[in-house]
């Protein structure tokens, strides 16, 4: 069956340091993968999304970067983090067409 | 691109009754609409989900509908209970394209 790991589970950060969170999927091969912010108010924003190896896709222009090494690998970073990145981070992946895409269980990040 | 509505924003029902969150989209060639659960501090969760070629979905207490005339669908709850609180997402999807979320709805279910 497929699974998908994102750790860490939370985090706190000082203002100004980096940030490298990571997700990984099994079970499955060529996922499209995305990472996902949800501040207060619920809503889920998009960040990135990657539909193969190196590929990556990105929605808003900000502080943080997404890489893909490998297939079921993706990372989120950020060279130098500040206060406003404070939030829930998600990953998630989706198949073949027509899938519901699947949910990493999040990693709550606070800048201090 | 996609754009999809979902309202109410929050929804206070109290135990036993009914909870209905409804969603609407723009583009007419989605395809798959499901329904998600977002418990606090966690990810969120498929419930439910439906497809273009179908009207209406029921599982348990979960059901959804689907008008594609209308582009709405509306995820229908009934004999709620407090551990129904939580966040519900919809999401319509077309095709291997990127998953369009509403913005959620926080149903509290009061003893």
């Known amino acids: 069956s497929q699974t998908i790991h994102q750790w860490p589970a939370t985090l706190v950060q000082p203002v100004g340091s980096p940030l490298s969170l990571e997700c990984t999927v099994e079970g499955t091969s060529n996922p499209n993968l995305y990472w996902y912010r949800q501040a207060a108010g619920r809503g889920l924003q998009l960040l990135f999304y990657s539909v193969g190896i190196g590929q990556i896709s990105s929605e808003v222009p900000q502080n943080l970067s997404a890489s893909r090494p490998q297939d079921r690998q993706f990372i989120l970073s950020s060279k130098k983090l500040l206060l406003s990145d404070s939030g829930f981070y998600l990953c998630a992946w989706t198949g073949a067409q027509n899938t519901e895409a699947f949910f990493g269980q999040g990693t709550r990040l606070t800048v201090v | 691109g996609e754009n999809v509505e979902q309202h109410p924003s929050t929804l206070s029902v109290q135990e036993g009754d009914s909870a209905v969150i409804k969603c609407t989209y723009s583009d007419s060639a989605s395809n798959y609409f499901p329904w998600y659960k977002q418990e606090l501090g966690k990810g969120p969760q498929l419930i439910i989900d439906?497809?273009?070629?179908?009207g209406e979905k029921k599982d348990q207490r979960i059901a959804v509908t689907l008008n594609k005339t209308a582009k709405h669908f509306s995820l229908h709850i009934t004999e709620t209970q407090p551990e129904d609180s939580a966040v519900y997402f919809c999401?319509?999807?077309?095709?291997?394209?990127?998953?369009?979320f509403g913005r959620g709805t926080s149903l509290i279910v009061h003893p």
């Open positions: 999401a319509a999807i077309k095709g291997s394209y990127i998953p369009t």
């Open positions: 439906i497809r273009s070629n179908v």
